[in-house]
């Protein structure tokens, strides 16, 4: 399997008995952190200001969150991306590997592969369109998703991370006490 999905809280405790670098280490590939949707009034308060293409995350103290409104079955999953396995197809069909139940994405969306510090997505002519930290992807063209950076499907974002990036900001959150 390309793809295996996990909770966030399995994630911390992971993190908790081990150091960043055995986490990343029994860890290869590219973590997508499940981060939310805007809501519809969230979308007409900001339209004014919003340039055509563009997306912007939830934010709670500085850290993109799931709506609070509203619970989305993503909410608190984690999804490994494996190296050197077939793309792993992105979309609201039950058939895709990665199944993003939200009426902004697409049947089949998008399709991710890791690569060195990431993961490459290409927008598969996505009704929607598919987001780089905010730059809608042009479709059929392959993007890449930079460690840390928000990779949006429709209006549903993840956040792309290293096992170390991971473990890092997760172990100061956990300090933070968030």
Do not use: K, W
């Amino acid at each position: 399997m390309t793809l295996t999905q996990h909770t966030l809280e399995s994630i911390l405790q992971e993190i908790e008995r081990t150091d960043e670098a055995r986490f990343a280490a029994a860890n290869p590939g590219v973590f997508l952190v499940a981060m939310g949707v805007l809501t519809a009034e969230e979308i007409d308060a900001r339209n004014a200001a919003l340039e055509r293409g563009t997306t912007l995350p939830l934010q709670l103290d500085e850290h993109p969150r799931h709506d609070l409104q509203r619970s989305h079955p993503l909410a608190g999953q984690v999804f490994r991306l494996l190296p050197g396995g077939e793309p792993v197809q992105v979309g609201r069909a039950a058939s895709c590997v990665l199944c993003v139940p939200e009426d902004s994405v697409s049947e089949v969306h998008c399709q991710l592969s890791p690569s060195a510090g990431g993961l490459v997505v290409v927008d598969l002519e996505s009704t929607n369109g598919t987001q780089v930290s905010g730059v809608r992807a042009r479709a059929g063209e392959p993007e890449l998703v930079s460690d840390g950076e928000l990779l949006t499907v429709g209006r549903y974002s993840f956040q792309c991370l290293t096992a170390a990036t991971l473990h890092s900001t997760l172990s100061a959150i956990r300090v933070l006490g968030g």
